[in-house]
């Protein structure tokens, strides 16, 4: 029998260039009939496939061409207001989400609501997956610890940030903290909405006691004791000019303004060097952090 808090839930999935297999996942999710599933294609998906999800009930949202994670997940959010969800568990195509998720996450919202404990984000612990590399998410100083937390709220840990795809999002800390910066299009669009959000006052929480594997890129660089994805040029150069960004917004602390200073550089260097030393990657990425630090921010203009 479904749980009967899902029918507060939406569960929204971005597609960009899925695969049938993707689309599938799409529509077993739809099978399952315990939540409304929102899809938006945010570019690639075939007029075929796009009527197999809308015959399942799918939501299938979107612009007509490729607007970027940040404004499709406004998009999807916007469509589960609408709907009459409170929470909405958010998906990238890839995901694999265990059994039971999306009641687990509600359950540790709910957890933190009855312990006083306003909550932007829930999101499960990243589990590995093999050929890439597991986020990490580190913890937020200052803000109550699992121990500190009232026993009911159990392997609940604050931390500074979490990927969108696997967490639980409330709508109502989503209607005040503001919507996803569109202008970042991309990369780093999680880390300063929960910035953002823990600068008034709204948590982001990791439920240690779920997981969900995570696919970014395609393959890991690995030296100067840094383990990074190995991803497109674009995206690359994306991250690098909206982490450059971020250093001109006060909500962003300055711990983490240091720590990327620090390590910006090397990031860049490695990847880099993983590209064979080319000359156009090195003038692409001190373009991007150039934009950055100037407010060059929209869709990048290499962008597949």
């Known amino acids: 029998m479904p749980d009967p808090g899902l029918d507060r839930l939406a569960l929204g999935i971005t597609l960009f260039r899925p695969s049938r297999d993707q689309v599938d996942r799409v529509l077993a999710h739809a099978a399952l009939g315990s939540t409304r599933v929102i899809a938006f294609d945010d570019g690639g998906l075939a007029d075929a496939d796009a009527e197999r999800l809308a015959r399942a009930g799918v939501a299938v949202l979107s612009a007509g061409r ?3 994670i940040a404004e499709a997940l406004n998009r999807i959010a916007a469509s589960a207001r609408a709907g009459g969800a409170e929470a909405l568990l958010l998906l990238d195509q890839d995901a694999e989400p265990p059994a039971g998720l999306a009641a687990a996450l509600l359950a540790a919202r709910d957890r933190l609501r009855e312990a006083a404990i306003p909550v932007a984000v829930v999101g499960p612990a990243p589990a590995p997956a093999a050929g890439h590399k597991a986020p990490s998410y580190p913890a937020r100083p200052g803000a109550p610890a699992c121990g500190a937390l009232p026993p009911a709220c159990g392997a609940l840990a604050p931390v500074q940030f ?5 967490s639980l999002i409330d ?9 996803f910066r569109a202008d970042f299009f991309i ?13 008034l006052g709204w948590g982001c929480y990791l439920a240690r006691d779920v997981a969900i ?3 970014v890129g395609g393959g890991v660089i690995r030296g100067l004791g840094i383990a990074m994805p190995r991803q497109p040029l674009f995206r ?16 962003v602390p300055l711990r983490w303004k240091l720590a990327q200073a620090a390590y910006l550089p090397l990031q860049a260097g490695l990847y880099w ?6 000359p156009a990657v090195l003038l692409r990425l001190l373009g991007a952090a150039r934009d950055g630090a100037l407010g060059r921010l929209g869709p990048p203009r290499d962008r597949v």
């Not at 979490?162 to 696997?166: F, I, K, M, P």
């Not at 709508?171 to 919507?179: E, H, I, Q, Y």
């Not at 990369?187 to 600068?199: H, K, P």
């Not at 060097?273 to 080319?278: K, N, V």
């Open 66 to 68: 490729n607007v970027g």
């Open 162 to 166: 979490l990927a969108t795809s696997g």
């Open 171 to 179: 709508l109502d800390a989503l209607a005040r903290v503001g919507p």
């Open 187 to 199: 990369d780093g669009v999680e880390l300063e909405w929960c910035f953002r959000a823990w600068s």
């Open 213 to 215: 594997p995570h696919r």
């Open 236 to 251: 690359m150069a994306t991250y690098l000019r909206n982490a450059v960004y971020a250093w001109r917004l006060p909500h």
């Open 273 to 278: 060097a993983d590209s064979g030393w080319r």
